[in-house]
């Protein structure tokens, strides 16, 4: 088991070009995807609904006296379905087999439970590490794609920005400050594009001259969008002399709502589709 989850985190972390730094919970849920045990337990649970729909009498009176013989015997596959049931607090075995739902029905009730009870544990495990800070976890669902994988053209050049930009949302971003930060030495921190100061994300995003021309084909489309949605007077308001603020817009736009509440979801999905026609 162990083995097959690396396996399939390995995956999921080369699809999305992240590195082994990523935070695990990051890489499962900028996809959406389920860690590989919840598929087993689906499929468990899927084998289960065979037996409990089963007219077969000899599959039913096996079924009976697993339930009887081996309830504590957690080698037992009915004893360790019971498990799995608990754990995404569905019913028993035997409140299904008393009132057993259409396939499509118990399918789609316990993908939900399934899915919200992953959502719940890996934003958790999100919302612990700093390296996260600038990602809107609390919007991140199982079986829900972020925006920087949903909004993405299907173009390699726009896959590599997007691998970029996801190393961002994840504080992955391997900038010199990160590398020589063991170094103590600040003359190795230095930006290697224009020398003149410590590249930090700051410096990276706003305020590096090498990057201007890159910058202003970027910035002035993405003010005058947030401009268009909230006005120029709340654009001051908020964004004047606080870059923490603007550095938040390019790396995860969909969080401002927080500070800003007329930048809703959907107008945040419009701005990232906007962010991804330019360099950023
Ligand atoms: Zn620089």
Not at 7 to 32: D, E, N, P, W
Not at 91 to 108: A, C, R, V, Y
Not at 195 to 218: G, S, T, Y
Request: glycine residues 2%.
């Amino acid at each position: 088991m162990s083995e097959l989850k690396q396996f399939h985190l390995k995956t999921l972390r080369c699809f999305q070009s992240q590195t082994i730094r990523t935070a695990t919970a990051a890489v499962y849920m900028l996809l959406g995807a389920l860690p590989v045990e919840a598929e087993i337990h689906k499929k468990q649970l899927s084998l289960l609904y065979s037996i409990l729909a089963s007219e077969n009498t000899k599959l039913k009176n096996l079924l009976e006296r697993q339930m009887t013989v081996n309830a504590r015997n957690s080698d037992s596959f009915f004893s360790r379905t019971q498990e799995i049931l608990m754990y995404y607090n569905l019913p028993t075995i035997s409140e299904f087999k008393d009132q057993l739902s259409s396939k499509i029905q118990w399918k789609k009730d316990i993908n939900r439970s399934i899915a919200d009870k992953w959502s719940t544990i890996l934003q958790k495990e999100m919302e612990e590490k700093s390296t996260l800070k600038r990602c809107n976890i609390q919007m991140l669902k199982i079986h829900e794609v972020h925006p920087v994988w949903r909004t993405l053209p299907p173009l390699t050049f726009e896959v590599k920005k997007a691998n970029i930009k996801a190393r961002f949302l994840t504080g992955t971003y391997l900038l010199q400050e990160h590398i020589q930060r063991f170094t103590g030495n600040t003359e190795e921190q230095k930006c290697q594009l224009c020398q003149i100061e410590k590249e930090d994300m700051l410096h990276f995003m706003l305020r590096c001259p090498a990057l201007n021309e890159q910058r202003q084909k970027v910035l002035p489309e993405l003010k005058q969008r947030i401009v268009n949605t909230i006005g120029q007077k709340k654009w001051h308001e908020h964004f004047n002399g606080n870059k923490e603020l603007l550095m938040q817009t390019i790396i995860d736009c969909t969080k401002l709502e927080k500070n800003i509440p007329t930048i809703n979801q959907e107008t945040a999905i419009e701005i990232e589709k906007n962010k991804q026609k330019a360099v950023l």
